[in-house]
């Protein structure tokens, strides 16, 4: 079993999108800490994160621990200024596509939302994440949904466990 890499997007400094009091980054972060734990605790999984607590390391200390990982995903949240647009998808080289899609699917059948792109799978240079490095280094850039959509948020706060647990359920069938 090798080493799972799980990071949260943007940093301390660069909160990503904003919805009211809520940031990309401070949400990817619940994430990346909720994630990291069950696949340590329940499926007994060495993970590496980028941080702990509310630390947030920036995209270049992310990216090195990609490399020489089993899997590497970063959480992100999607935005946009259609605050109806939804649904999940997941950026990544196209090798990863069946995981990217694993992933997406589970965290689809825990919330409701729809698929995005291919089953959830868009190319590293789709979206506003183009050309990502992280991608490019051969992580998983994730977005379960859509920050700027007030509903999907609102789910979210409430089923925040429910999600990560379907999330991490995939990520470690992928890395088994
Ligand atoms: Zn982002």
């Known amino acids: 079993m090798g080493l799972i890499v799980i990071t949260a997007g943007h940093s301390n400094t660069d909160p990503g999108a904003v919805n009211g009091s809520h940031r990309e980054a401070e949400i990817a972060c619940e994430m990346r800490n909720i994630i990291a734990h069950i696949l340590r ?18 995209l270049r ?3 090195k621990l990609v490399r ?6 970063e959480i992100h949240c999607n935005a946009a200024a259609n605050k109806r ?17 694993a992933i997406c699917t589970a965290a689809a059948e825990a919330s409701g939302w729809k698929l995005r792109g291919d089953k ?5 240079n789709a979206g506003q994440h183009r050309r ?3 991608a490019q280094a051969g992580g998983i850039v994730f977005e379960p949904f859509f ?6 948020l609102a789910w979210y706060k409430e089923n925040t466990w429910k999600l990560c647990r379907a999330v991490a359920g995939a990520i470690a069938k992928a890395a088994a």
Do not use: F, M, W
């Open 41 to 58: 605790s329940d499926y007994g999984l060495t993970v590496k994160t980028d941080g702990t607590g509310n630390q947030n390391l920036p």
């Open 61 to 63: 200390d992310a990216v």
């Open 68 to 73: 020489g990982s089993a899997l590497a995903v």
């Open 85 to 101: 647009a939804t649904g999940i998808e997941a950026l990544a080289l196209s090798r990863h596509k069946a995981v990217c899609q």
């Open 120 to 124: 959830g799978y868009k190319p590293d």
């Open 132 to 134: 990502l490095a992280y």
């Open 147 to 152: 920050i700027s959509n007030d509903k999907d």
